[in-house]
């Protein structure tokens, strides 16, 4: 089975404090004034129009971009099982594709895997041959109440809750560096040059 585009959303997350970035909204990760957030949605474009941008800070420029944005309904910061949570609540779709906003090398084969399966699941997760890649995930919108019993529970491991469903785990391990991401601004250095041809050859 494949999902069709009206019945799938799909959702940046960039909720995070950011912290091994200085503070700085991870979101905006940009070079030479091109931001990463953008070329994912663009990317995500051929597959949905139902994208939307988890954040809590920058409203503003994110709008300023044309992008829809979801605010965590929990305070706080609780990390990407809030921004998944939200997500749930607010979409009109069947099934939610999630993915964080500091991976730029994410493309079209990461939409193509998750969106096409034959097992039946609760959730799908991304895994590099080494192990899951928990952001990269295509989740049922009928999972919202096990994820709100969880996380009424205090729990924020992600892993732990993909363990209390029926998980299928999607293999990339053929191109796992896709799931490479951007976590300071030495990192961001390093594959400055990478990411501007990915961006441009876009």
Same mark, same amino acid.
């Given at each position: ?76 910061? &609780?990390?990407?099982? #809030?921004? @998944?949570?939200?997500?749930? $609540? +607010?979409?009109?779709?069947? %099934? *939610? ?35 899951? &890649?928990?952001?990269? #995930?295509? @989740?049922?919108?009928?999972? $919202? +109440?096990?994820?709100?019993? %969880? *996380? ?47 961006? +441009?050859?876009?």
């Amino acid at each position: 089975m494949v999902i069709n585009q009206e019945n799938l959303t799909v959702v940046i997350l960039a909720g995070g404090r950011s912290q091994r970035m200085s503070g700085k909204d991870k979101g905006l990760l940009n070079i030479d004034n091109n931001y990463i957030i953008k070329f994912l949605y663009k990317i995500a474009l051929k597959y949905t129009n139902n994208i939307f941008i988890n954040a809590n800070r920058n409203m503003d420029i994110y709008s300023d971009m044309g992008l829809t944005v979801w605010k965590d309904c929990l305070d706080d910061f &609780q990390g990407p099982l #809030a921004g @998944i949570y939200t997500s749930l $609540l +607010n979409m009109k779709t069947d %099934y *939610l594709l999630t993915l964080p906003c500091d991976g730029p090398f994410i493309n079209e084969e990461y939409f193509k895997r998750m969106i096409n399966f034959k097992n039946q699941f609760d959730i799908r997760s991304a895994h590099d041959g080494f192990r899951i &890649q928990p952001v990269h #995930a295509l @989740i049922k919108k009928n999972m $919202l +109440n096990s994820l709100k019993n %969880y *996380l009424d529970q205090g729990n924020r491991k992600i892993d732990k809750w993909y363990n209390e469903c029926e998980l299928d785990e999607v293999c990339f391990a053929d191109i796992k560096d896709i799931f490479i991401n951007i976590n300071n601004p030495e990192e961001l250095l390093k594959y400055k040059k990478r990411i501007k041809e990915i961006i +441009n050859n876009e």
